[in-house]
């Protein structure tokens, strides 16, 4: 029997903002496919459509607003394969619109806090979407320093930049030392941060052994061949470095929810290596089922880049870290 091919529909998706910063949420009917789930309102982009357009065009079917100028920003794109179908979904943020949503089509409408999001009451393929609105846009790593007066200078460097999200590598370090490193940047600095990602093999083992209040864990492109189930409790962060397709889909199959991909630009550490370059980074997010983070020679400024690229942003060291 010949296989059957199922074609991806496109889809464009509106994380949509009201004024007050509340999410506007649809509940699909329950005849719809994934009926009684919540959704994030959208649909079919038409061919030749761009995408804005169709935003613009499905917000006013479905719930009778106008966004067509309201500020819109590429979020994340996933393609998703259903049993029954397959989607990529083109999902943008969408800042205010005019008008009274409601319920063109039947459905159900909701505003909710980002706190209330909860993954389980949306379609499967919407999770990534739902990480992405709770990552910065930008991830610092930390490196070396001189002492522990360095260290706090660096730190408080990183923060005032308005920096969110930390990943805590120290490979130079023993278990130890390690532990009480992260206990010394928890006690100094953990409310500043969002989210707190230890590193490595170090790292997983502090998760197991203590009970200091770190967010999750990245994994080197390395540590990904060494597991075949999730390492850490779902609850958890968890993410990865990969620098190919075939890293990308190992990260999925641990249900990493980010991850970093490189080397996007030539950097001062490895001034003459190999790079992919935009064309190249896009078409690792492209391939990606949770978000990316664009990685090498980037800093504040290769945001809009990264974000064209199908990034959530970037990340590195040497731009905050080591910037004087």
């Not at 159900?108 to 919407?126: H, K, V, W």
């Not at 945001?303 to 690229?309: G, V």
Request: charged letters at 25%; aromatic letters at 8%.
């Amino acid at each position: 029997m010949q296989e059957r091919i199922v074609k991806s529909v496109h889809v464009a998706v509106a994380v949509l903002f009201d004024a007050d910063g509340k999410l506007v949420i649809a509940r699909r009917p329950d005849h719809l496919h994934q009926g009684g789930l919540l959704e994030f309102p959208g649909g079919k982009v038409e061919v030749g459509e761009l995408v804005e357009d169709a935003l613009v065009r499905e917000l006013k079917e479905e719930l009778g607003v106008d966004v067509s100028a309201s500020p819109k920003q590429p979020l994340i794109c996933i393609e998703f394969t259903y049993p029954d179908k397959s989607v990529y979904l083109d999902v943008w943020t969408v800042q205010g619109f005019d008008g009274v949503p409601h319920g063109r089509e039947g459905q159900s409408l909701f505003r909710m806090n980002m706190e209330e999001l909860r993954a389980d009451a949306f379609p499967a393929a919407n999770k990534p979407i739902i990480d992405a609105l709770k990552l910065p846009d930008r991830c610092v790593i930390t490196g070396e320093y001189d002492d522990e007066q360095d260290l706090c200078l660096k730190m408080e460097r990183v923060l005032a930049q308005g920096v969110r999200m930390l990943v805590l590598r120290a490979p130079q370090l023993s278990m130890q030392a390690y532990e009480e490193w992260v206990a010394f940047v928890v006690g100094s600095w953990r409310k500043r941060i969002e989210c707190l990602i230890v590193h490595g093999e170090l790292g997983l083992s502090l998760i197991k052994s203590t009970d200091l209040p770190v967010d999750g864990c990245h994994l080197s492109s390395r540590l990904l061949s060494a597991f075949t189930d999730r390492p850490i409790p779902s609850s958890m962060w968890l993410g990865a470095s990969c620098h190919s397709v075939a890293e990308i889909e190992r990260a999925a199959r641990l249900q990493c929810q980010y991850g970093f991909v490189s080397p996007a630009l030539p950097t001062l550490s490895h001034p003459g290596g190999k790079v992919l370059g935009w064309e190249g980074i896009e078409k690792l997010s492209r391939c990606s089922t949770f978000p990316v983070f664009a990685l090498g020679g980037v800093n504040d400024s290769h945001i809009p880049a990264a974000r064209m690229a199908g990034c959530q942003g970037v990340a590195g060291i040497r731009a905050w870290w080591e910037n004087d």
